[in-house]
């Protein structure tokens, strides 16, 4: 089945304490980003990657950090978590064609920075 | 910069056809889509419409893009309880380095059976 995966779905954790959010998709998608999904503000791109170590920043990245060693995997880590990064963040994975353009949304992990 | 713009709330009796409407404002967007977010659920991508076209049609779903007005909307025919959900609308502008896509904040969608 094609399929985004995120792990861990919830995610409780103190300020400070480093942590890693892992995505994978298997669809041979070569471009893959990272949401967060926030109230009222709906969802902002924090980093994306067009493919194997090509990354780069999206409208709201400080505080996070990304790596594409393989196709599949796209795993977003947070050095010194805090609380304004707690919220629901999204991986995503691109699909294209001659007349398509759609991206895959993972199912989401909820993060809690106390 | 770009702006996708949605009513928060719609509500609807089971049967009856919902719309939901969307605008936006980067004329230059080749696809427009809507997802769908289920409570706890992720993001379902329901359907897209490439810019060329007015109208897409699959099964319950129409969507109608007025380019003019740059006015997208998403109609559900006979209306389920199951569709209960936020609904997303999105845009995608080909200028975009990135491909990011640039969200609406969500219409939640409430039938009342």
């Known amino acids: 089945e094609a399929q985004v995966t995120q792990n861990p779905r919830y995610l409780i954790t103190v300020t400070g304490k480093k942590l890693t959010v892992t995505c994978s998709q298997n669809?041979?998608?070569?471009?893959m980003s990272w949401y967060r999904q926030d109230p009222g503000l709906g969802l902002r791109q924090i980093y994306y990657?067009?493919?194997?170590?090509?990354?780069d920043k999206g409208d709201v990245p400080e505080g996070y950090k990304v790596s594409r060693k393989e196709k599949r995997n796209f795993p977003l880590i947070l050095e010194s978590p805090s609380p304004n990064q707690t919220s629901l963040y999204f991986c995503?994975?691109?699909?294209?064609?001659?007349?398509?353009?759609?991206?895959?949304f993972g199912p989401g992990t909820r993060l809690t920075v106390l | 910069g770009e702006d996708v713009e949605q009513s928060l709330f719609l509500s609807v009796r089971e049967g009856d056809s919902s719309v939901i409407n969307c605008t936006y404002t980067?004329?230059?967007?080749?696809?427009l889509y809507w997802y769908k977010q289920e409570p706890g659920a992720g993001l379902q991508l329901l359907t897209y419409?490439?810019?060329?076209?007015d109208m897409k049609q699959d099964q319950r779903l129409t969507v109608l893009l007025n380019k003019k007005d740059k006015h997208l909307s998403l109609r559900i025919a006979d209306t389920q309880t199951g569709d209960s959900a936020i609904y997303f609308c999105?845009?995608?502008?080909?200028?975009?380095?990135?491909?990011?896509?640039?969200f609406g904040k969500g219409t939640k969608l409430s039938v009342i059976p």
């Open positions: 980067d004329s230059s967007s080749t696809y």
């Open positions: 669809m041979n998608h070569e471009y």
């Open positions: 999105a845009e995608r502008d080909p200028g975009a380095g990135s491909y990011q896509l640039t």
């Open positions: 995503a994975s691109r699909n294209s064609g001659a007349y398509s353009d759609t991206q895959y």
């Open positions: 419409i490439f810019s060329n076209m």
């Open positions: 990657s067009m493919n194997v170590e090509v990354t």
